[in-house]
Antibody
Framework: EVQLVESGGGLVQPGGSLKLSCAAS????????MHWVRQASGKGLEWVGR??????????AYAASVKGRFTISRDDSKNTAYLQMNSLKTEDTAVYYC???????????????WGQGTTVTVSS | DIVMTQSPDSLAVSLGERATINCKSS????????????LAWYQQKPGQPPKLLIY???TRESGVPDRFSGSGSGTDFTLTISSLQAEDVAVYYC?????????FGPGTKVDIK
């Protein structure tokens, strides 16, 4: 079964750090671009960032709202992607989803596999 | 950044009737090298992660009922539910993946009238 499982969420004070993990199974993780998407309570989806595969030099990209504070990485030997979050702000409070960018006929499709999400609460 | 807008914000449709959601991007998401629009549609039900419905603006994801269809090109796109079912009550998002940041539209809530 193709699956993504996020972990590492919790309560953190403003200015603090947290590292989320996304464990993948059921597909060839190493060739997949992986993204993080967040959703504040009652709000819409916000793309956070992505990391491409080794073949694409593990290139990363970030939303302006998190650039310089968040870092995405991956360990293909563990089939796991990570989101390191530093200098957290109250507005970073959200459910964080890990998702796979699909490849269809050699071209990018949409994001076809999603985890259930992990909740991050930034509060004093 | 490419800004995605959706209309309407919400709509209520009778069971069996058609629901139409519009999405507009602030610049074209048509990839000229392969003539594909890098536009996806997602369905999100309460307490669940989003589910991919449509990619390349009009290609239905495997397992998605054929009452869902996508159309459009360039900057203007439409998601149509041809005959609304009770299980289609959800929020629907469009997303461009033409260039980072891969922005989402604000969402359209679909309910039963």
């Amino acid at each position: 079964e193709v699956q993504l499982v996020e972990s590492g969420g919790g309560l953190v004070q403003p200015g603090g750090s947290l590292k989320l993990s996304c464990a993948a199974s059921g597909f060839t993780f190493s060739v997949s671009a992986m993204h993080w998407v967040r959703q504040a309570s009652g709000k819409g989806l916000e793309w956070v960032g992505r990391i491409r595969s080794k073949a694409n030099s593990y290139a990363t990209a970030y939303a302006a709202s998190v650039k310089g504070r968040f870092t995405i990485s991956r360990d293909d030997s563990k089939n796991t992607a990570y989101l390191q979050m530093n200098s957290l702000k109250t507005e970073d409070t959200a459910v964080y989803y890990c998702t796979r960018h699909a490849s269809r006929d050699g071209y990018q499709g949409g994001m076809d596999v999603w985890g259930q999400g992990t909740t991050v609460t930034v509060s004093s | 950044d490419i800004v995605m807008t959706q209309s309407p914000d919400s709509l209520a449709v009778s069971l069996g009737e058609r629901a139409t959601i519009n999405c507009k991007s602030s610049q074209s998401v048509l990839y000229s090298s392969n003539n594909k629009n890098y536009l996806a549609w997602y369905q999100q039900k309460p307490g669940q992660p989003p589910k991919l419905l449509i990619y390349w603006a009009s290609t239905r994801e495997s397992g998605v009922p054929d009452r869902f269809s996508g159309s459009g090109s360039g900057t203007d796109f439409t998601l149509t539910i041809s005959s609304l079912q009770a299980e289609d009550v959800a929020v629907y998002y469009c997303q461009q993946y033409y260039t980072t940041p891969f922005t989402f539209g604000p969402g359209t809530k679909v309910d039963i009238k």
